[in-house]
């Protein structure tokens, strides 16, 4: 396949910090407000992969198909001029780039193979040229996948196949389980073999360098409920024995929550995992922590740190890892040593933004990484660790150089009680001090979860679209949010609708205060467990003229009977529906509708399976009833995020125009229209 060089790719500058105060420089030359229409065209790039020889970068840009209505995946390769090209050009989908160990080939995913009912499966790409090429037919879509140290098998994580049949079969409910094992096939042959089996679901899985052993976590069932009962094993890679059983796995660890990302360090001797360790095995940042391959106590690195840590890397000497960690506001890289009974972690990347996956060489000197920033969507970085100097690789998105935005700065404040409380404030494009402006507050899910300064551009939050407007969008991190250390996650149990509500009022009131928010004019909004604080606060105040919520659970006792997951609600309201009654029903949104004064649009997807649509059917049929302004739009055969571009566009047009109706005034620019 001849290679496709990136439209209008200029030559990347050698400085990551003169990069964007080029990209600051363009906003200052904006032509026009950002639109729900920009919001979907965002071609955003993600899983950025390092070959092996630090040469090139492979990673994935997801764009959207406007005639098949969907978003479809590419790879996408910075090669060693530092130019952008486009490998693969499907209409199905094509992910999860790896580099073979002698950064020959790049094997990934695909679904565009004949056989469209088993899914995904793997594909070998020669990098410098030519067409992909199947390497697996196996009969069940692959999840995830890894080469051997050698480069001769890959193993693979998927379902144990089953006979197709017209009609779907019955499910016997807790007994009728397909379990997720490991496979390896043969890079030369093509011929699968399975590693695993038995009734344990395997979840994620890493070689040792040597090859002669695999580590690999694994549940009780593929239940979402069970997922407590996650452990690390340790797995011979012979095929010689194959399958092995459950039975025949090393046991590494026993209780504690759910370990994910297994991986051995690269002299053998330590197998690393992260879990939480802070109390509570349900909430509270992930930990990296280590454990003797051989099995023993487990030691929790940098227990007094705060940052929550999605991902992390050895580096070859087997004394550091690499990791990537959400702190605040902000996301960056970090480096510590594995030795120190308590290490300190040291930051590396001091960006303007968030850092969000990242992939190295073995010594760590090279890294490639997804970073973005209020001003800037996703693109591809490039760090040497020799000069901590960041490259910036892509650019992706050069129509954003034509939009005016809207400063974001972090807000800080103090609730009620006096706890201090951190969030984004989205300032209206064209912001005069001393103005009011109306003021739509974004509530984000989890509700361990929190705001960063990303580009934050999504079908769910858009708030670029309402400064563009002449609106100010505030986007707290109430006490529950993640990013601010374990006793601030945890801080929210049997304490929700109290601790959390009372750190957005008191965020609204603090913009009152600063004489930059009209308190008459004041709006709502967010999804999931944004949807049910959104639901909450209304049936609590009329203070805001208007709300416009989705996916939000509104009776906590019947959501605990349908939901893929139980945990989360069983530790905020302290315990089952029969054992906690009184709170389940004080913390339902339910019971308090009949107070509702304000106008409130409700989204949900039919297929939500977290947070299932008799909820908002609840809440509907409740505001109907009770005589409240009320309309509920259902997203076909969408779960509890929406995947279709129509429906995404759909739900922003809906959203604005709700707000935008009852909150306009003469500050108010109309830039979104409502069809």
């Given at each position: 396949?001849?290679r496709t ?5 200029r030559?990347?500058l ?28 965002l ?6 992969q390092m070959s092996?020889d630090?040469?090139?970068?492979a ?6 198909d ?6 479809n ?9 530092r ?8 209409p199905?989908r094509d ?8 950064a020959?080939?790049?094997a990934?995913l ?35 996948f ?8 890959i193993?693979f994580?998927?379902e144990?196949a089953?006979?197709r049949?017209?009609?779907?079969p019955?499910?016997v409910?807790d ?5 997720a ?17 038995g009734?344990?679901h ?11 052993r695999?580590v690999l976590?694994a ?8 997922n407590?009962?996650?452990?690390v ?9 194959a ?9 590494i ?14 002299d053998?001797?330590?197998i ?5 360790s802070?109390g509570?095995a349900?909430?509270?940042?992930e ?8 099995g ?7 227990q007094?740190?705060d940052?929550?840590?999605?991902s ?5 000497d087997?004394?550091?890892?690499i ?5 605040g506001?902000?996301a960056?890289l ?11 972690p040291?930051?590396?990347t ?25 001003r800037m969507?996703t693109?591809?970085?490039?760090l ?5 100097i ?6 992706l998105n ?9 400063l974001?700065?972090p807000?800080k404040?103090?609730s009620y009680?006096?706890?201090e ?31 960063t ?17 002449g609106y100010?969008?505030f986007?707290p991190n109430?006490?529950?949010?993640s990013n601010?250390?374990?006793k601030f996650a945890?801080s929210?149990?049997?304490?929700v609708g109290?601790?959390?509500?009372e750190d957005?009022l ?11 928010a ?15 604080m959104?639901?909450w ?8 003229k ?7 659970l ?15 609600r069983?530790?905020?309201?302290g ?34 399976e ?5 909820q908002?059917?609840?809440?509907y ?20 995020g929406?995947?279709?571009p129509?429906?995404q ?11 935008e109706k009852?909150l ?12």
């Amino acid at each position: 396949m001849k290679r496709t060089k990136q439209k209008n790719m200029r030559r990347i500058l050698p400085v990551f910090f003169v990069q964007l105060l080029l990209v600051v420089a363009a906003y200052a030359q904006a032509k026009r407000p950002m639109t729900p229409e920009d919001v979907v065209s965002l071609n955003r790039a993600s899983d950025a992969q390092m070959s092996p020889d630090a040469r090139r970068v492979a990673f994935v840009v997801s764009s959207w198909d406007r005639e098949n209505d969907r978003f479809n995946s590419d790879i996408w390769m910075v090669d060693e001029l530092r130019q952008a090209i486009r490998l693969t050009s499907h209409p199905k989908r094509d992910d999860s780039p790896r580099w073979s160990p002698d950064a020959r080939r790049l094997a990934f995913l695909s679904e565009r193979g004949s056989d469209a009912e088993a899914g995904a499966q793997i594909f070998l790409l020669n990098p410098m040229g030519g067409e992909p090429v199947q390497l697996t037919s196996h009969k069940a879509p692959i999840q995830s996948f890894e080469w051997s140290p050698d480069g001769r098998l890959i193993a693979f994580i998927a379902e144990e196949a089953r006979e197709r049949s017209r009609t779907k079969p019955p499910v016997v409910v807790d007994e009728d389980h397909r379990f997720a094992q490991l496979w390896v096939v043969d890079v030369a042959s093509g011929e699968i073999k399975p590693l695993t089996k038995g009734s344990r679901h395997v979840t994620a899985f890493n070689w040792s360098f040597d090859g002669s052993r695999i580590v690999l976590t694994a549940r009780s069932t593929p239940k979402l409920t069970d997922n407590g009962t996650t452990e690390v094993f340790v797995t011979p890679a012979s095929l010689q024995n194959a399958p092995y059983s459950f039975a025949q796995w090393k046991q590494i660890t026993k209780g504690g929550g759910a370990e994910n990302q297994p991986r051995f360090s690269p002299d053998g001797r330590l197998i690393s995992y992260l879990a939480r360790s802070d109390g509570d095995a349900n909430v509270g940042p992930e930990r990296i922590h280590v454990v003797a391959a051989t099995g023993g106590e487990s030691r929790a690195l940098a227990q007094t740190f705060d940052g929550y840590i999605s991902s992390y890397r050895w580096v070859f000497d087997s004394q550091r890892v690499i990791f990537l960690a959400a702190m605040g506001v902000s996301a960056n890289l970090y480096t510590m040593r594995v030795d120190d009974p308590n290490p300190a972690p040291t930051l590396m990347t001091r960006n303007e933004g968030v850092t969000t996956g990242f992939s190295m060489t073995v010594d760590g000197m090279n890294i490639a990484y997804v970073h973005e920033s209020p001003r800037m969507p996703t693109e591809v970085a490039l760090l040497n660790a020799r000069n901590m100097i960041p490259i910036l690789l892509t650019r992706l998105n050069p129509q954003v150089e034509s939009l005016t935005l809207g400063l974001v700065e972090p807000v800080k404040w103090k609730s009620y009680d006096g706890t201090e409380v951190e969030g984004l404030l989205v300032y209206p494009v064209g912001y005069q001090t001393g103005a009011r402006y109306p003021l739509l507050t974004y509530i984000h899910g989890g509700p361990e979860g929190a705001y960063t300064k990303g580009f934050n551009a999504s079908w769910s939050a858009f708030p670029q679209v309402y400064a563009c407007a002449g609106y100010a969008v505030f986007m707290p991190n109430f006490r529950g949010s993640s990013n601010y250390g374990a006793k601030f996650a945890q801080s929210n149990a049997k304490l929700v609708g109290k601790v959390d509500y009372e750190d957005i009022l008191s965020g609204v009131d603090h913009l009152i205060k600063l004489g930059l928010a009209d308190e008459n004019r004041l709006a709502i909004a967010g999804w999931s467990y944004g949807g049910y604080m959104s639901a909450w606060i209304i049936g609590h105040t009329d203070r805001f003229k208007c709300a416009a919520y989705g996916a939000g659970l509104s009776n906590a006792v019947s959501y605990w009977g349908t939901a893929d997951i139980v945990e989360q609600r069983e530790r905020l309201h302290g315990g089952t529906p029969w054992e906690a009654r009184k709170i389940f029903d004080e913390q339902s949104p339910l019971n308090y509708l009949n107070n509702v004064k304000t106008p409130a649009l409700i989204f949900h997807g039919e297929k939500d399976e977290r947070v299932p649509l008799s909820q908002s059917l609840e809440t509907y049929r409740t505001l109907k009833r009770m005589g409240a302004t009320a309309q509920l739009v259902i997203y076909p055969d969408q779960g509890h995020g929406l995947l279709t571009p129509s429906y995404q566009l759909d739900k922003m047009r809906r959203e604005f125009a709700w707000i935008e109706k009852y909150l306009a005034g003469n500050n108010v620019r109309r830039a979104v229209s409502s069809r």
